[in-house]
């Protein structure tokens, strides 16, 4: 049977009591699927030193990346006893989340853990005495603006700061025509930014639209934000049109709508208010 996973990293063998491999995952199962990833090993090696990060979806021939990190408890002992570097063996795990026994594959690493560091905090922090040195002078220089003269106390100005600047509230385009849509985010204030998804054949019953924004309608942000616009195929009846792209295409499109390759959920539900992910 075929390995339903390729897996890869940039090493096989890491060393310290904390860090992080990555490791990239192709899906070879000839399916869309939702990847769970996880370490194995034999003891002391323990499941809770390792944190794969979350599941993520992939498409057929799509690729994700796991960053896996890991802490060693202080009380495990090196793997580095007398002059003979061992290494602890480990598995990366990557598996279907509905058939992780069927559709599953593994990639063999090590990890050499050292003796924990017993060196004691450093001695006084030589930028202490700058640090008091800075809120002494701030303190006189407050002590001689506020300082009453001789004929009573100073006028004081009231200043405006950038907090109080009002907000903006980005405005309700969806299912608009990204032109119109863009008029009235500007006229609001804010910047209009168009992102096109894949061309797609329009048919008699479509129309361009807006089917997401970013930030999403009704946040409040400053003045002059930029406000991001997906655009599609609306339908004007029937079902909405798939918009071309899956939730894996548009994170790497719009890392910052994402996290950990899923999407931002209150960008995630405005969407799908539109347009269903090709998963």
Not at 108 to 114: D, F, G, N, R
């Amino acid at each position: 049977m075929p390995d339903a996973f390729a897996i890869s990293s940039p090493t096989t063998s890491a060393k310290g009591r904390a860090g992080q491999v990555t490791f990239t995952v192709t899906n070879a199962t000839g399916r869309p699927v939702r990847i769970r990833g996880s370490v194995t090993g034999t003891d002391p090696v323990k499941a809770e030193w390792f944190t794969p990060g979350p599941e993520q979806d992939c498409v057929i021939g799509g690729t994700v990346q796991f960053n896996v990190g890991w802490t060693v408890p202080k009380d495990v002992p090196p793997t580095s006893p007398g002059d003979k570097a061992v290494a602890y063996p480990l598995k990366f795990v990557a598996a279907a989340e509905d058939r992780p026994e069927e559709d599953f594959s593994e990639l063999s690493w090590s990890l050499e853990v050292p003796a924990p560091d017993t060196k004691k905090p450093g001695g006084f922090p030589i930028w202490l005495p700058f640090v008091i040195l800075g809120v002494v002078a701030v303190a006189v220089v407050i002590y001689l603006l506020v300082k009453p003269g001789p004929d009573g106390p100073p006028d004081v100005t009231t200043t405006t700061t950038a907090s109080t600047v009002a907000q903006v509230a980005v405005p309700d385009v969806n299912r608009q025509d990204p032109t119109a849509a863009a008029k009235t985010i500007n006229a609001a204030g804010l910047k209009a930014v168009v992102d096109p998804s894949p061309a797609q054949t329009q048919a008699a019953n479509e129309f361009p639209c807006v089917v997401a924004t970013f930030p999403v309608a009704g946040t409040l942000v400053r003045p002059g934000t930029q406000v991001q616009m997906l655009t599609a195929l609306c339908r004007k009846v029937g079902p909405p049109r798939d918009i071309g792209m899956n939730e894996v295409t548009i994170c790497s499109r719009y890392p910052g709508l994402c996290q950990n390759q899923r999407l931002d959920p209150v960008f995630r539900q405005d969407l799908e208010r539109d347009a269903r992910l090709n998963n």
